[in-house]
Each structure stands twice: as C-alpha cells, then as structure tokens.
C-alpha cells in the first residue's frame, strides 16, 4: 500500500565539507535557510567547518557544537562520529560522502530516506540528462538521486529567496538606502562620475595589469574589495600597507576602498550598489545574476582546464540574445580574467558595452526568475518520492 504522505514538516540533514573556499558552505547555508524560513521545514546542516559558517554569519558565533541559527540547527561534523538519528530526507553536498555509520543507520532506517547528491551548478547540456538520475548503492538498500541546479526547466534551478527581487528593487529606488549602506562599510563619499566595482576574487597573476588598466582609464574607477585574499596583492601593488577596514588608497583615476568580510545578507546589497560585479566560484556568481548588474566570473579553476568548458558552456547560454559586438566584448574579456588573454585589450570594450549589459542582465534575471527556484524544486521533488513509494 502506500504510504501516507509525508507531513508539510519534513526532517532534512543537509551534510558540507569545506574545501578550501566558502562557496560549498555559502550554497548549503542559503538552501538550509530557504528550507526552514520559507518552506517550514526542519533542518540540521551539518558542517566540518565551522569557522567557515561564521564568516558568513558573525552574528551566530557562539561556542557550541550545535546552534539554532535562523531556523537551522548547525552542527559540527567531527570525527568520530557520533550516532546520531537520521532524517527524512539526506542530502550531501557536491558528493561530500555523509559519515560511514548514518549510512548504516539510514539503510536501517524504515522507510529509508530520500538521498540526493546535490550536485555543482553547470550550464554544460550533460546537466539535464543527470538531474534526478538514481543511482542504487552498491551494497545497501538504499537509492541516491542526483538534483542539479541549473538555467533551464530541465534542471533544478537555482537558490533564490522569495522576497529577494522584491527587497533588491526596493533597495535600488532609494538612493538613500544606498547610501547609509555604503557607509556602514567604510566606503565613505562616492567618487564624483566613477565606475563602482566589486572585486571578490580568487588569486590572479595578471591582477596588476588589471589595475593598471583602471588607474589610466579616462574613468574614475572605485574598487570595493571585501577583506579576503586580494587586498594583499592589491596594496603592494599601490606600494601601501595591508589596508584596514575602510581605508582608502587612490593612484590616479583608481581608488581602492578595503572593506570588511561582509554576511551573506550584506553581500547581496553590495552587489546591487555597484555597475559592475567580479564574483567567483557558484554561490557569489548566482547572487551576480540574481543583482541584475553586468558581472564578470572567475570560474573555480580544475585540472586539465576542464572549469573552461563550463566556462564556455555558461557564455553560450548567458550572451545568446547579445549583439554580436557585445557578445564578443563579454567573451573575450571574461576569458582574459579567467586567464586567457589580455586584460587590458579587452578592458575598452567590455566597458563601453556597460549600458547594454545592465539591460542584459536585467532580462536574463528576469527570464531565470521565471523558473522554480532549488529549494521549491527539491521539497517538490522529494514529496513526490515519499507518494510514489509503496511497501
């Protein structure tokens, strides 16, 4: 017979390792937070890191194991493992692999959990035969869905908070909002007619020549750098100090603005007050779109330059409905910041193609908008599970 249905309460455990960046983190916090503030949902989001989630959310610290923060129990994944109940529905991160022993406890487990491997977002066409594929495990009786964020209906679509668009279009009709924003970071009085970047990056050798370029543009150019890894390259560069939070350093129509590690809240509103966005990685890079600002992405870089082809696979996708000038303006310069090609000859072109980006960005918003957003698509999908199952 079948089950009865699964209550509008659902147990998950979300699992995150964190790799050597806050993206994995930065996507399982936003997704646990949907779940349980928008959905009503009940969530542990089990983390090795800790210290990783208080960045994104200084207000949480404390010193515990596990918290309630927002909705969340967040807990730290440590070794050994402790037993511990396993929930309705499991979901690993990027195939993070949960503890050995829940495994063992969710085979055990009657009826057993809805497991999903919550895949990476690509744009690559692979993507859509993957999303919801099963996989048996090998020895268990258990089966592992795969669900894969993406930019079509085929896939799983992508985090997005209900209210979010409503929030960013409220912020950006007040220029009063703006301003006191800004200036709780430190970035003080704008620069009269300057371009306003956000710069949160990984690494970059050719980082100096980007400057370079700025500093003897015919535009004023001001540069929000939240604190983080390019603030140290960027003040030798200028010949200052590592800059403290709101220092200001200025060499010809460059001036550089060091700001503090900013929540993920927080993050967003940088995103709106600027013209342009360099994000990194998936979390920084969804919430760029999600800004409906002209952006540009340094994708997590792989062995065999594998992160080109999806790279390539995101900018077929992102400039089809650009004139070919623009389309080619973004290309090349998206592909001289991830490290083929030269920064300063393309620089010109993506700038004069701005205006025409930021009404780009507006429709793809729009259009990405249109689709269910990941935390909706997989509470849909794993109801859809626990109906279908019979005993």
Partial sequence: ???????????????????????????????????????????????DDLEAFFRLCPQARQPAV???????????????????????????????????SYVQTMAAHQPSPVWINLEYLSAEDWVAGVHRMRSPHPRLPLIKHFFCPGFTPATGGLPR?????????????????????????????????????????????????????????????????????????????????????????????????????????????LLWSCDVNFVRGEDSFVRAQWAARPMVWQIYPQQEQAHMLKLEAFLQRYTQALDDATREAVVRFWYAWNGQGSLTAHWPAYAAALPELGRHARGWCAELAQMEDLATSLVNFCKAIVKSRVF
């Avoid at 009865?4 to 930065?26: K, Q, T």
């Avoid at 349980?36 to 089990?46: P, S, T």
């Fill in 1 to 47: 017979m079948h089950p009865p249905e699964m209550s509008a309460h659902y147990r998950w455990a979300i699992f995150c390792r964190v790799v050597d960046n806050l993206g994995d983190i930065g996507v399982c916090w936003r997704l646990a937070r949907m779940l349980a503030c928008f959905h009503g949902q009940q969530v542990q989001l089990w983390v």
């Fill in 66 to 100: 596990r918290l309630t923060h927002e909705g969340v129990e967040v807990c730290l994944w440590g070794e050994p493992w402790l037993p511990t109940a396993c929930a309705e529905i499991v979901i690993e991160a990027f195939s993070c692999d949960p503890p050995a």
């Fill in 161 to 269: 908070e209900p209210d979010l668009l409503a929030r960013r279009d409220a912020y950006g009709a007040s220029a009063s909002a703006r301003t006191a924003f800004l200036e709780t970071l430190g970035v003080g009085a704008a620069v009269p007619g300057a371009l306003t970047i956000s710069l949160f990056a990984y690494a970059h050798p050719d980082l100096g020549e980007m400057l370079r370029c700025w500093e003897q543009g015919d535009r004023p150019v001001q540069l929000l750098v939240p604190q983080g890894r390019m603030l140290e390259p960027i003040a030798r560069h200028l010949g200052a100090g590592r800059p403290d939070t709101g220092a200001r350093v200025q060499r010809q129509a460059l001036t550089v603005v060091a700001l503090p590690f900013v929540p993920q809240r927080d993050y967003d509103r």
